[in-house]
């Protein structure tokens, strides 16, 4: 199967070596995302819908550059650093795939690499023959 990597712009990618999306035949995977803009600064700082919103917007955009859009995420994991703002994260999933309906799991983490990183997003989708 063919496989492409995708690179969203953030600072980290080019210098540690990672990709943010992989693209393997039907399968194509986002990795942890955070809110860390092209510039290294951080979107939304202190304002966890504004971090989800903006992680969200950004990989349905990199999803659209391996053909696919938000109806074809299967699934969707969030990492948050304090759990009392998952009703933030859930109003910004709503936003982008309430009808979807893909498969979800909200995860508590003690820290993110950025005490400012509030939320990182991880999700997959799966192409239509």
Known sequence: MER????SGAPLEEKVGYSRMVKVGQLIMVGGTTSVQPDGTV???????????YIFDKQ???????????ADVVSVKAYLTDMTTSAEV???YSEFFHDVRPLCT??????LN?????CEI???AILAD
Do not use: I
């Open 90 to 92: 859930s109003k910004a």
């Open 122 to 124: 991880e999700l997959m």
């Open 4 to 7: 492409t990597n995708y690179a």
């Open 60 to 70: 349905v955009k990199l999803l659209e550059q391996a053909g696919a859009t938000a």
């Open 106 to 111: 909200f995860v508590g983490t003690s820290a």
């Open 43 to 53: 979107y939304g700082e202190g304002d966890t819908y504004a971090q989800a919103h």
């Open 114 to 118: 950025r005490v400012t990183q509030l």
